[in-house]
Structures are given as C-alpha cells and as structure tokens.
C-alpha cells in the first residue's frame, strides 16, 4: 500500500502543485475527513487531500453542505493534519466564512491554517469572489478555486446539476477560471461541466485544473473517499465516480460474523482474554478454598 509514497517520497507543496501542470504529472486527488482515513490515503501517495465540505453530506448526515460551521471544519481539519504526512492538505472554507467580506474570509483561513493546520484554502465561486481570493492570497494564504457545480450555492442552482451546458455558460466558466488565475489560485477544481468545456478552460489557465466530473481533459482528478471506496449513503450515484471497493458491504459481513459469534458464545477465545498471573491465581484459589471451608463449618454448627 505503501508503494506509491515510497515512489515519490518528497512532500508535495503548492509551488510542486503550480508546476506539475507544466510538468504534464496528473495529480491524484481524494477527501478525507478523520485520522485514520486521512493515514491511508496519505500512506497510498495520494498527492492532494482536501477536507471537503463535503464531510456534512458524507460523514455528519446533513442533506447539504450548507449547514456545515467553521468549528466542524476546524474539528475534522486538525484530526486530517495529525494523519497527513506527504500529501498537500487543503481545507474547504465552509458556507458563509467568506460571503461576508474578506477581512471575514481572512479570519476563518487564518483559522483553518494555524488551528486546522491546512496548507491551503478552497473557496467555491469564479470571478465574483476574484477579490477575496486575492486578499487571502497576500496574507500568505494559498488557495484553491472551485468552479461549475458548486454545492454551496444548491439554493440558488435548484439542485446537484450539470453546470455550464449552453454557450454562454461555458464562456463565463472560461471567465471564471481566468479571474481566479489572475486573483493567484494555485489550482481550480472543476465540479460536474461538460468535458470539452472543462478541456477549454484547462487550455485557458496556467495553473492545473482538477476534475470531478469533468472529464478526462482537467489536468488531475479529485474523487470523494467514501465513494471510490463504497461508503457513501447518498440516494444516487452520480455517473462519474467509479467504485473501486465495497466497504459498506464488508463492513456489514465483518459486523453480522461478529455478532453470531457473540450471540453463541464463541467470541471471546481464551486467546482473546487475559490470564491471572500464576502466583496470583494461586493466592486467590488458596482464600476460596479457605473461605469455603469456614462457610462449611458454620453451617455444620447452625444444623447441631
Ligand atoms: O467538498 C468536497 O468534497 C469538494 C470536492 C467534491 C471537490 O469540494
């Protein structure tokens, strides 16, 4: 599992994110929100892990990502970052840190990345939030940029759909995707776009574009974790993520074995408890022995 960490050891930063475009690398990209997921996929090579907001659907139940708070973000950010080694770490900005105005947007980066320990910040939004993604760029913070379907604005967009389907739509992501370059993002994920827009707005830009169904022109593709890996519980797949393990039905066969083992009585093994010391045991066995032999006494005297 370790194979591809050991492949290409050095950690990956957001200058190697920038020239990996130039360098023709695709970059593999996944979500992680808790340690021990966050130490696989780090431990796989993974080179990107975002601590999505995607963590409200996926692993906090929420319907959306529009509930979701800075303070469970922070939560789940600290808990990657202890997991995380090699991998870039980036944080989403969640619904309504930055919609106030940038100094706010400042504020809950500077969270993210001294509390949270994020490398990064992702923000969703094109030339329209250019402005503070050019703010939080000069106070040192770098960002990611997320164009297309971005589910923050489900209100707005009526639903999950494909984004960018007329002409007109398509030349705004162009746009989009140039104003956030401009405004310095060191990368822009493309949500849900047809993939021949996806391949004209990766020809726009100089920093690597990454895909989630975008098809296979986007410089790197980003997948959510519990869908590759058959854990999400969300009511439809969408056609773009490819299941690559079932983890909800091993997880189950794991949990029914356990529990006919321990409905008939065959968990726990000896092997699986822990003896007495020897000297002890005897001890013990010793004042049992001791102790019945008094209760024998008294109930000999109590017949007389
Ligand atoms: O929140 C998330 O997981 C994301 C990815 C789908 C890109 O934004």
């Given at each position: 599992?370790?194979?591809l960490?050991?492949?290409?050891?050095e950690k990956?930063?957001?200058?190697?994110v920038?020239a990996?475009?130039?360098r023709?690398e695709?970059?593999?990209?996944?979500?992680a929100?808790?340690y021990?997921?966050?130490?696989?996929?780090?431990?796989?090579g993974?080179?990107?892990?975002?601590?999505?907001?995607s963590?409200g659907?996926v692993v906090?139940?929420?319907?959306?990502?529009?509930p979701v708070?800075?303070?469970e973000?922070?939560?789940?950010?600290?808990?990657?970052?202890?997991g995380?080694e090699?991998a870039?770490?980036v944080a989403?900005?969640?619904?309504?840190?930055?919609h106030t105005?940038?100094?706010?947007?400042?504020?809950?980066?500077?969270?993210?990345v001294?509390?949270g320990?994020?490398?990064?910040?992702?923000?969703e939004?094109?030339?329209?939030?250019?402005?503070?993604?050019?703010?939080?760029?000069?106070e040192e913070?770098?960002?990611m940029g997320?164009?297309?379907?971005?589910p923050?604005?489900v209100n707005?967009l009526g639903?999950f759909?494909l984004?960018?389907?007329t002409?007109?739509?398509?030349?705004?992501?162009?746009?989009?995707a140039?104003?956030?370059?401009?405004?310095?993002?060191?990368?822009?994920?493309?949500?849900v776009i047809?993939?021949?827009?996806?391949?004209v707005?990766?020809?726009?830009?100089?920093v690597?574009t990454?895909?989630?169904?975008?098809g296979e022109?986007?410089?790197s593709?980003?997948?959510?974790?519990?869908d590759?890996?058959?854990l999400?519980?969300?009511?439809?797949?969408?056609?773009?993520?490819?299941?690559?393990?079932?983890?909800?039905?091993?997880?189950?066969?794991?949990?029914?074995?356990?529990?006919?083992?321990v409905?008939?009585?065959?968990?726990p093994?000896?092997?699986?408890?822990?003896?007495?010391?020897?000297e002890?045991?005897?001890?013990?066995?010793?004042e049992?022995?001791a102790a019945?032999a008094r209760?024998?006494?008294?109930?000999?005297?109590?017949?007389?």
């Amino acid at each position: 599992m370790a194979y591809l960490k050991q492949q290409r050891p050095e950690k990956v930063t957001v200058p190697a994110v920038r020239a990996s475009k130039e360098r023709g690398e695709r970059l593999v990209c996944l979500t992680a929100y808790d340690y021990p997921t966050a130490r696989v996929v780090d431990e796989a090579g993974t080179d990107i892990i975002l601590v999505g907001d995607s963590l409200g659907n996926v692993v906090l139940g929420y319907d959306t990502t529009v509930p979701v708070t800075l303070e469970e973000m922070l939560r789940h950010t600290r808990a990657v970052r202890r997991g995380t080694e090699r991998a870039l770490l980036v944080a989403d900005m969640p619904y309504g840190t930055y919609h106030t105005g940038a100094d706010d947007a400042v504020r809950a980066a500077l969270r993210l990345v001294k509390e949270g320990g994020a490398e990064a910040v992702k923000l969703e939004g094109g030339a329209s939030r250019a402005e503070i993604v050019e703010r939080l760029v000069r106070e040192e913070i770098p960002v990611m940029g997320h164009i297309g379907l971005t589910p923050q604005s489900v209100n707005k967009l009526g639903g999950f759909r494909l984004q960018g389907k007329t002409a007109e739509a398509a030349r705004a992501l162009v746009e989009d995707a140039r104003a956030l370059e401009a405004a310095g993002a060191f990368a822009i994920v493309l949500e849900v776009i047809p993939r021949e827009i996806a391949k004209v707005v990766t020809e726009s830009v100089s920093v690597p574009t990454i895909g989630i169904g975008a098809g296979e022109f986007c410089d790197s593709q980003i997948l959510v974790l519990h869908d590759l890996i058959g854990l999400s519980f969300s009511r439809t797949r969408p056609r773009f993520v490819r299941q690559y393990a079932d983890l909800r039905a091993q997880m189950t066969e794991a949990i029914t074995k356990f529990a006919e083992d321990v409905r008939g009585g065959a968990y726990p093994a000896e092997n699986e408890s822990y003896p007495l010391p020897a000297e002890a045991r005897a001890e013990l066995e010793a004042e049992i022995k001791a102790a019945g032999a008094r209760h024998s006494a008294l109930s000999d005297q109590s017949k007389c």
